[in-house]
């Protein structure tokens, strides 16, 4: 149930905007699938289709496994977009943006799009700028610091209201001084 649009500013700039969570089952049951994947790796997405990404360069880093099984059905058709517009010279700049489950996308989608620019695995380097807002943690603590490094330089914000619980799920290794 994972949707995305891509919009395009006439200052070579496109707007990822990725979709949060919808009154359906399989999208609640992508929040709460938490068990955690190591951050790079593949996913078979069905018989005949294996999703490879890289998320992170520290093999510590772990991502949130329902978030990342929807990056892996969204990240082909994304991905064919952007490459596209990049080609054509329409696009150099790239915001990701997403609230709730999207702003949990976004960060996972703005580290996948980050690495494929990196190993040049685009048609040519790309900036990406993240924006979220009550985005749930995408994963542990290594992939944060990991995605702090390739957004350093104001490259990403996030939004939270302290009194929301979304940005405090799924549950980890916390102390209550860490809880809004």
């Not at 994972?2 to 990822?16: G, Q, S, Y």
């Not at 999207?102 to 040519?124: E, R």
Request: some cysteine; overall charge negative.
């Amino acid at each position: 149930k994972n949707l995305f649009e891509i919009w395009l500013r006439d200052d070579n700039t496109a707007v990822l905007s990725i979709r949060g969570t919808v009154p359906h089952a399989s999208s609640w049951l992508e929040n709460f699938y938490s068990a955690m994947v190591p951050a790079s790796g593949s996913i078979k997405t069905s018989p005949d289709s294996v999703f490879n990404y890289k998320l992170s360069e520290d093999p510590k880093a772990a991502v949130h496994a329902g978030w990342a099984v929807g990056l892996a059905h969204m990240a082909p058709y994304m991905t064919a977009e952007l490459a596209g517009l990049i080609s054509s010279g329409k696009v150099s700049n790239l915001i990701v943006v997403g609230h709730s489950q999207g702003g949990a996308l976004a960060f996972l989608a703005s580290s996948y799009l980050y690495y494929l620019s990196a190993d040049n695995k685009l048609p040519s380097k790309i900036n990406i700028k993240t924006y979220c807002s009550a985005a749930p943690k995408p994963g542990n603590l290594y992939y944060a610091y990991d995605f702090d490094h390739i957004m350093r330089n104001g490259m990403a914000f996030t939004v939270v209201n302290a009194a929301d619980w979304v940005p405090e799920s799924p549950p980890t290794e916390q102390t209550f001084g860490d809880i809004n």
